[in-house]
């Protein structure tokens, strides 16, 4: 049974940093795209960051470009996003993603269940 759980999600003053992770299980996904997803309250989700299979490649929404970094350690299958000098309005449950291929094309194919954080002004 594929599996990823993210952890790290907490209550951070603004101005703060958090470091998410998302563990996969259930088979490896070195060879498949990953990105991070967040759904505010009351709004749709939406895209945050995305790296390709090996790491070299990676996209962010303007909205958190020169804060947030992605990253992954295919040895370990995890996922990592470096969220820093975070905002009030990066409140949000925040959802691992995979992709079916080796670059984020499409719709991701296996999600987890998400992890709330929460950024206090």
């Known amino acids: 049974q594929v599996q990823l759980v993210e952890s790290g999600g907490g209550l951070v003053q603004a101005g703060g940093s958090l470091r998410l992770s998302c563990a996969a299980s259930?088979?490896?996904?070195?060879?498949?795209?990953m990105g991070w997803f967040r759904q505010a309250p009351g709004k749709e989700r939406a895209f945050v960051a995305t790296?390709?299979?090996?790491?070299?490649?990676?996209y962010y929404a303007n909205s958190v470009k020169g804060r947030f970094t992605i990253s992954r350690d295919n040895a370990k299958n995890t996922l990592f996003l470096q969220m820093n000098s975070l905002k009030p309005e990066d409140t949000a449950v925040y959802y691992c993603?995979?992709?079916?291929?080796?670059?984020?094309?499409?719709?991701?194919?296996?999600w987890g269940k998400g992890t709330l954080v929460t950024v206090s002004s």
């Open positions: 993603a995979a992709y079916e291929r080796t670059f984020a094309v499409g719709t991701p194919i296996y």
């Open positions: 790296i390709n299979w090996n790491g070299d490649s990676a």
């Open positions: 259930g088979r490896a996904f070195s060879a498949n795209a």
